[in-house]
């Protein structure tokens, strides 16, 4: 649930730029084919083209990578700026993940990667590149699932930014196994996601019921 | 005489989980943002990036050759003049939507920089550039009760306030858009995000001059509106233009900030109130002078006195136009800030006489308010607030409220308060609204319309419906709705969708029920009359069962197709509703922690208990951001917008939501009322009530909202 603070463990080789690093880190951030220097082993392995001015290696073109999503491994041909989010969207029809505030703000696009809850809007595709991104649409949804309790719970109205609850609700259980947590933990678990219609109430029940049935059925 | 809804519903009522809830919350539910058509370009909307400036020039050659973009379209022209920030000026489709970004980047522009004005101080200062060619202002009809300036003689008490709200926009997530494919010349398919899938097709075919019946539009399900999505709007015809241009299907959404910029907002309101009451505390005279901005060419009304009586009183309004964004209808229009301004100035009139404002509202109540019932009976909303009144005052703990004289003497920074805000709404249904029910030999059931789902759960509720009426199950209904294609639907505005949708859908169920009787009666060795339905079953003569599909079967080849109507009895309108807030201030910070909010609310019938549970929590939700969080900020000196996101713009998150204490008003007498919508009314009070309960926890009015430390502080500053 709560869309960590996404930084890599020295022992773990882990997609470590955010897009929000990347333009930090970039002279011409508005060109947005700017490689900052964290990114540059992942772009050349991209093969992306490289041209140079004023010093200052410019990445542009479109490059192949793959992505493991939900399980599968695809081949997906991006620019080396294409996020993470509008990667899954728009070009492998991936579209649970929802863009909505496209700045890290809101939470609709979170996404597992690596079994940490990320914004996928403010990460790059090329540093996911052979890492697995999960996304709602490969949770189970059976009884006692977190799709169901949202169900049970009406803890969503128009279902914008309902994908994005799920995947941290999700995400904080796999984090947490085995533990009730209270009221306050899920508030704090979720404070990374806005909701615009009101559904918070049922979407709390709903994250407090999933750990319920989690933790009796033993994951 | 038409049907009434049945004395003892088996569903009707029930809190049935929605038909999309699952689909919702495991991503599989398509909204129009995620379809993705065969050869489908993106499209990147380019917007002004000045409050005010003349277009001299628009060169796109270099859009245009950038490899990947395949149409660019102007949605403004040479000459003409852009009015605000974020106004729509092109477009341009390419392969991907990085390409048709750099596309709008590279259309180079030469602009006329006009002077601005973009708040409503700017626009109203000496001096300032004239915006339309009526000028800065519009002044609305004067309004006038009785003799005010007597009755403010002869007042017990007065009090002179001024209040202000700010502008605040929609919000919506799923932002403005759409994707149009033309199959062949002459007809669209649009899968748009809006409110109005039947507004949305004849607006198309009246812009592409094809038919309407060649124009479907569909929206399964869509990421909120509130009541800013009911046109095709200038994006709409430029995603029409660019897939008619390229051959392709456009796929074309707004991005955030233009969602805040141009794609509507709810407007400000300011308000200098005299108000004055007699000795018991019953109001006698208001003279009011108000105003608001709903941006360069819409007006900000809101109502005043609001859900009072006031026998004398005088009103001036004045709208005012600034280098902004058009206002749209949002959730309750006007009413909020009618609302906040008259809900403040009778608590300080309540203060200054030294009464409890919760008997003052009651005291000024007008003595017979009158709304219908589907039952033909007049029902006297005031007697309706006197009981939710006491009902809020218990359950938020009103006895425990001291004056604002008594709070303000209070030890220490932490400084808890009581407040509260009436409200009032229409929600009744249209009269020329059709479903229509089908029921297959196979024994599936359709409904179909061409209203939509927004969010409020009208397609379950619709199912729920026909599942009563034909003892099946809720899930047995394909509830098939958003498709223009289909019986003409109600946008979802003015809480107007169920009391609308909800009539032809029973109409039609009972009437398929009916046909179903006649056609499989001679099947079964029976007259129709002797048939009925029991649960999944029909029954003949009470008592033989026969299984719904094996009945259904009779049919033969042929399915039932019935299309139904609007009809008296089974709707009204006219409801009523109180709110009230318990809070904390911290007065050395500013910061306003909730306690617990309470929302008492009358619909009617109420049809399905757990998504009208929701709707009423999302309006108070949606209240408490605007009491608390919510404003659009304008920098004069720039005039650009200077929030158009979601971290600067605030909205409520989780930490932020305190308990809330939903209690349907829910009789006897209300449930023969027959159905009212419930989307408006539960949103309006809470702000007001928010600004009362800070007032009387800090013992001083903070006049303008919303409730931050930056205004909590200044006022204290000033008290």
Not at chain 2, 262 to 287: E, F, Q
Not at chain 2, 365 to 379: F, I, K, Y
Not at chain 2, 566 to 575: D, K, P
Not at chain 2, 595 to 611: C, F, H, P, R
Request: glycine share 10%.
């Amino acid at each position: 649930m709560p869309p960590e603070d996404h930084k890599a463990p020295a022992d773990l080789p882990r997609p470590g730029h955010s897009r929000r690093d990347f333009l930090r880190g970039s002279s011409l951030a508005a060109a947005g084919a700017v490689m900052a220097t964290s990114a540059e082993t992942a772009m050349h392995e991209a093969r992306a083209d490289v041209s140079e001015t004023d010093g200052v290696a410019i990445y542009s073109g479109t490059c192949p990578i793959e992505l493991k999503v939900n399980g599968e491994a695809m081949s997906v041909t991006i620019e080396p700026r294409s996020t993470l989010l509008d990667t899954l969207r728009n070009r492998m029809n991936v579209t649970g993940p929802k863009r909505v505030c496209d700045r890290a703000s809101c939470g609709a696009c979170t996404v597992i990667l690596d079994g940490d809850a990320v914004y996928s809007c403010t990460t790059l595709a090329i540093s996911c590149a052979d890492h697995e991104v999960r996304t709602l649409e490969s949770f189970e949804t059976d009884e006692g699932s977190v799709p169901q309790s949202f169900l049970k719970n009406d803890a969503l109205m128009c279902g914008y930014c309902t994908p994005g609850f799920v995947t941290a609700c999700q995400a904080w259980l796999e984090k947490n196994p085995g533990q009730e947590p209270t009221l306050d933990d899920i508030k704090q678990g979720l404070d990374g996601n806005i909701c615009r219609c009101g559904t918070y109430i049922g979407v709390f029940q709903a994250a407090l019921d999933a750990a319920k049935a989690m933790k009796k059925g033993g994951a | 005489m038409a049907a009434l809804w049945p004395d003892n519903p088996r569903l009707i009522g029930e809190g049935v989980p929605r038909l999309d809830g699952l689909a919702k919350a495991s991503g599989r539910a398509k909204y129009p943002s995620d379809e993705r058509p065969d050869g489908v370009l993106f499209a990147v909307v380019l917007h002004s990036p000045h409050a005010h400036a003349k277009i001299l020039k628009i060169d796109t050659s270099k859009a245009e050759a950038i490899p990947g973009v395949k149409g660019v379209y102007l949605i403004a022209n040479e000459g003409a003049t852009v009015r605000y920030h974020g106004e729509e000026i092109a477009a341009v489709a390419a392969e991907s939507e990085e390409i048709a970004r750099d596309g709008c980047r590279a259309i180079a522009i030469e602009f006329e920089v006009l002077p601005h004005a973009v708040t409503e101080a700017q626009a109203l200062a000496e001096g300032a550039p004239q915006l339309t060619p009526r000028g800065n202002t519009q002044a609305g009809r004067a309004q006038e009760d009785g003799d005010p300036d007597a009755a403010l003689e002869e007042a017990a008490a007065r009090i002179e306030g001024e209040y202000s709200i700010p502008v605040i926009t929609h919000v919506c997530l799923e932002t403005h858009g759409q994707v149009v494919r033309w199959d062949g010349d002459a007809r669209m398919t649009v899968w748009a995000s809006t409110q109005n899938v039947d507004g949305v097709e004849s607006e198309m075919a009246g812009a592409f001059n094809v038919p309407a019946t060649d124009v479907t539009v569909l929206t399964p399900v869509m990421g909120g509106g509130f009541g800013a999505k009911f046109g095709a709007d200038t994006w709409g015809v430029a995603a029409g233009e660019l897939a008619k241009k390229t051959g392709k299907p456009v796929w074309l959404f707004l991005d955030r900030i233009q969602e805040h910029l141009t794609a509507g907002n709810r407007p400000s309101a300011s308000a200098k109130i005299t108000l004055a009451a007699d000795k018991d505390g019953k109001l006698t005279a208001m003279v009011a002078e108000t105003a608001g901005t709903g941006g360069i060419s819409r007006g900000a009304a809101f109502p005043l006195p609001y859900v009072y009586e006031v026998p004398n009183s005088r009103r001036q309004h004045t709208d005012v136009r600034v280098n902004g964004g058009n206002a749209r209808a949002m959730r309750a229009p006007g009413h909020p800030q009618g609302c906040a301004m008259m809900e403040s100035a009778i608590d300080d009139l309540a203060e200054t006489l030294g009464i409890d404002p919760l008997q003052m509202r009651l005291n000024s109540l007008a003595e017979q308010d009158t709304v219908p019932s589907g039952s033909g009976e007049a029902l006297n909303r005031t007697e309706i607030y006197r009981e939710q009144i006491k009902l809020g005052a218990e359950a938020i703990g009103w006895d425990q409220r001291k004056s604002r004289a008594d709070n303000a003497k209070a030890e220490g920074p932490l400084k808890r308060g009581f407040g509260m805000a009436l409200h009032q709404w229409g929600g009744g249904g249209r009269d020329d609204k059709q479903v229509t029910c089908i029921i297959n030999p196979d024994g599936s059931v359709e409904l179909r319309s061409a209203t939509q789902d927004i969010g409020t759960a009208c397609r379950t509720i619709l199912a729920q419906i026909v599942a009563e009426v034909l003892g099946l199950q809720t899930t047995d209904i394909n509830s098939n709705i958003g498709n223009s294609q289909f019986p003409p639907g109600q946008a979802s505005g003015g809480s107007t969708t169920t009391p609308s949708m909800a009539p032809p859908a029973y109409n039609a169920a009972l009437e398929a029920r009916d046909q179903l009787f006649k056609r499989i009666a001679g099947a079964l060795d029976a007259e129709p009359g002797d048939l009925s339905v029991g649960e999944g079953v029909i029954l003949v003569k009470g008592e033989r069962e026969v299984p719904w599909k094996d009945a259904c079967r009779k049919l033969g080849t042929m399915p039932i197709n019935v299309t139904g109507n609007f009809s008296e009895g089974l709707t009204a309108q006219g409801v009523g509703g109180c709110q009230f807030v318990d809070l904390t201030v911290d007065t050395e910070t500013g910061v306003v922690k909730l306690n617990k909010i309470v929302a008492v609310q009358d619909t009617g019938l109420i049809l399905n208990i757990m998504t009208w549970k929701s709707q009423v929590y999302g309006g108070v939700i949606m209240g408490l951001n605007y009491g608390l969080f919510e404003e659009l900020v304008m920098d004069p000196s720039t005039g650009l917008c200077l929030n158009p996101d979601m971290e600067l713009y605030k909205l409520a998150g989780a930490s932020d939501i305190p308990e809330i204490d939903i209690i349907p008003f829910d009789n006897e007498q209300m449930r023969k009322r027959g159905v009212i919508g419930v989307g408006e009314p539960p949103t309006i009070a809470t702000a007001a009530a928010i600004g009362n309960a800070v007032a009387n926890a800090l013992g001083t009015r903070v006049p303008h909202f919303p409730m931050t430390p930056m205004n909590i502080l200044n006022a204290l500053a000033k008290a």
